[in-house]
């Protein structure tokens, strides 16, 4: 009876514990070997600083999902993924940068055309954001709006505009460069 009587208190006392793990908590005790496995395989200070960052908004995102599980392990498996997908970007891009393309015979001449199909591809990365990303993001970049008035008009944190914004800007240069690659791989 004793022994059931101390599991018991272990566990309530287990709970409680967890119950009280604050996201500042996991990202103080966390986010210094998050950057060091980073940067020891980017060798980059900023790439490994952004795969942090990346991994602790998806955290703060996930949070009432993830407290259940191991978040020491959430968290390195994530960042381990964010550093995979960077390491691919720098891939594609030394590859596209090293590689020679013919000087177009009229290029000025085409430099109207390249900038449309541009704002096309633009719109079309705005269009496939998600509605509070896109709204936030057209009120910032189109109708110039401050972050303040942004978050006063949606009734968001000046923060939530600032995630918005970056995410945003992150997807539409993601889209933009998948476009060109095809454009490249298509013509060239």
């Known amino acids: ?16 514990h967890e119950d009280a793990v604050t996201f500042d908590d996991v990202y103080n005790r966390h986010w210094k070997p998050l ?94 954001l998600p509605d509070q990303c896109r709204r936030v993001y057209t009120m910032s970049k189109r109708e110039e709006f401050s972050i303040k008035r942004i978050a006063t008009e949606l009734g968001i944190s000046p923060k939530t505009v600032e995630y918005h914004v970056s995410t945003a800007l992150r997807r539409i240069r993601q889209g933009i460069s998948r476009a060109t690659l095809f454009v490249l791989f298509l013509f060239y």
Request: contains cysteine.
């Open 1 to 16: 009876m004793e022994t059931s009587n101390t599991a018991h208190s272990r566990s309530a006392a287990t709970s409680q």
């Open 35 to 128: 950057y060091r496995t980073a940067f020891r395989i980017l060798k980059n200070e900023q790439a490994a600083e952004d795969i942090v960052q990346d991994t602790f908004v998806r955290l703060w995102e996930n949070w009432d999902t993830i407290l259940h599980i191991n978040i020491k392990g959430w968290l390195f498996t994530t960042s381990y993924h964010l550093v995979l997908k960077n390491l691919k970007q720098l891939q594609a891009n030394e590859s596209i940068e090293q590689a020679t393309f013919p000087e177009p015979l009229a290029g000025e001449a085409d430099e109207p055309i390249r900038t449309r199909q541009l704002q096309l591809q633009v719109e079309t990365c705005v269009g496939n």
